[in-house]
């Protein structure tokens, strides 16, 4: 039988830490149920103790969670700790993760300790984490870039401590395959108990080869734990996607030889999950999630797939979650099949008035657009219901808009802000610029626009337009999103949903370690 790779997904931690992806304890409970659905062994549901939200959302993850370990990240410290433990309380399966930078550039400039002291620190960390759960993580920061006698002999002690997994992540993206592969390899060799834990990678993909180089972890290095992200979601360019390292396993099964827990078809709904709560979109010819990864374009690959789909098909669409639009409902759709349809896609609401805001947008869709696709179902739960469910500051009340050629575009809106109804209107570049002018002219944010984003949901004119708004102020960048048949309309509820996010204390600041 072969052995297992334990698929450990950092979505809800790392993929949040992108600037702008922050979410809301309502949409992260939703990818976690999407996570169990689609069966990652490992969820890392956040980092209980940088927030009292944060710690929330750990605690409401793994009170739900019932098929994945849920895991939350701990700085190596007292503190943290009790925290991560505290939130896990009501986890069928808990894993605190606690990690420490092991390089000799983090130690000293930014933790501004010895190695005796990291040392030190790291063993206390793991010994009091293992009195309080059985499933304990250990990661060295940086860890590719610290030196291969240092790392040795902290891995060795932290699992003399009880450390059951450890992590040797390529923190900063510096790996090169055949280097992190073999790194890997040589401290598995040194380590005289690297056999008592299994050893888990992580690597980012500053220079595009997070996946590569977590794959030569596997092969080259015996790692048996790839730490990932949907759509590769993460700090700067992102971390190893989970869709391209589970496809890459199961479709080269000749050459890995492993066998990973994951339902493959939950991966497409996975990835548009992600993308429409983050805003995040995902390039046309990304691997397995990307809209053209299975669209042949060429006279002569067309030719050859009607002949024999494995001339240039080597994983199928239909296996990874890609199903043609189908129409799914419409105008005289009553609720019982609105809630089947949600229960089918895996994302029904828990909360009754969440289900009913969602009814309600769905019957007013399906006024004004005829066909309803999965896709626009999908959009209408993580787009609008969550907003609706929250006390906003800014909500939408009219929107018109004139333009013609030879003319400037000129926008009128109305909208609430903070329960006071407020009017105005501008000029603009377009109709788009006109309206958000008109709103900002309201509000006064003073933000500035860094993104603006325009998607189909689904092919054709009549599709909804799903706007993504990014928005920087202060030193701070939030993501809005809104899906409307009116783009306009979708325009301004992204930039009304960013200045919401905007309200939201800013986290504050989290020392590398220590108080
Ligand atoms: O990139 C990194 O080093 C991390 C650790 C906290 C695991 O995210
Ligand atoms: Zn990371």
Redesign the pocket.
Request: charged share 40%.
């Given at each position: 039988m072969a052995e297992q790779l334990i698929i450990f997904d950092?979505t809800l931690?790392?993929g949040e830490q992108s600037p702008g992806a922050s979410m809301t304890r309502e949409e992260k409970m939703r990818i976690a149920r999407q996570l169990e659905r689609m069966k990652v062994d490992v969820i890392e549901a956040g980092f209980a103790a940088s927030s009292n939200g944060d710690f929330e959302c750990v605690r409401d993850i793994a009170n739900a969670i019932k098929d994945s370990t849920v895991c939350s990240?701990a700085r190596a410290h007292e503190y943290d700790i009790n925290r991560a433990a505290e939130a896990l309380k009501g986890a069928a399966s808990a894993r605190i993760?606690t990690?420490i930078a092991t390089s000799p550039l983090h130690m000293e400039k930014k933790l501004r300790m010895t190695p005796d002291e990291v040392f030190e620190q790291a063993c206390k960390s793991v010994r009091q984490a293992r009195n309080l759960v059985a499933d304990v993580e250990f990661?060295t920061?940086?860890?590719f870039r610290s030196e291969v006698d240092f790392l040795c002999r902290i891995i060795e002690a932290v699992i003399k401590e009880g450390a059951t997994t450890i992590?040797v992540?390529?923190?900063v993206g510096y790996g090169i395959p055949e280097l992190y592969g073999e790194f890997i390899r040589t401290l598995r060799e040194r380590v005289p108990n690297s056999d008592k834990a299994i050893w888990s990678v992580?690597c980012?993909n500053d220079l595009g080869m997070a996946v590569a180089n977590s794959l030569a972890g596997v092969k080259v290095g015996g790692a048996r734990q790839v730490?990932c992200t949907i759509n590769g979601l993460g700090?700067r360019a992102g971390n190893c996607s989970l869709e391209e390292v589970v496809m890459a396993v199961k479709t080269r099964r000749d050459y890995f030889d492993l066998d990973v827990r994951i339902d493959t078809t939950q991966i497409v709904p996975a990835s548009k999950l992600v993308a429409q709560t983050t805003g995040f979109i995902v390039q046309p010819n990304k691997a397995v999630v990307g809209a053209n990864a299975f669209a042949h374009a060429s006279g002569i690959h067309q030719d050859g797939v009607l002949k024999a789909r494995d001339t240039y098909e080597i994983m199928r669409a239909e296996d990874v979650g890609w199903s043609a639009n189908k129409l799914v409902l419409g105008k005289l759709s009553g609720r019982s099949a609105f809630k089947q349809r949600l229960s089918d896609l895996g994302i029904l609401p828990d909360a009754d008035d969440e289900l009913n805001i969602a009814f309600a947008k769905f019957k007013e869709l399906a006024d004004r657009k005829t066909e309803i696709f999965d896709e626009d179902l999908i959009a209408l739960v993580n787009v609008n219901t969550t907003a609706d469910a929250q006390p906003a500051h800014y909500k939408l009340v009219k929107l018109s808009q004139h333009s013609a050629i030879g003319e400037q575009p000129h926008a009128e809106v109305t909208i609430i802000q903070d329960g006071e109804e407020k009017r105005a209107s501008a000029y603009g570049n377009g109709p788009v610029d006109a309206c958000l002018k008109a709103i900002e002219s309201v509000v006064g944010s003073g933000a500035e626009m860094v993104l603006y984003s325009v998607n189909a949901i689904t092919g054709s004119t009549e599709a909804q337009g799903e706007v993504t708004v990014r928005l920087q102020h202060s030193g701070r960048i939030v993501n809005g999103v809104g899906a409307d048949p009116d783009i306009l309309v979708a325009s301004a509820q992204a930039y009304l949903a960013a200045l919401d996010k905007l309200h939201v204390a800013q986290p504050a600041r989290i020392p590398a370690q220590g108080e």
């Open positions: 950092t931690r790392d990240l993760h990690f990661s920061e940086d860890g992590n992540p390529d923190t992580h980012h730490e700090e």
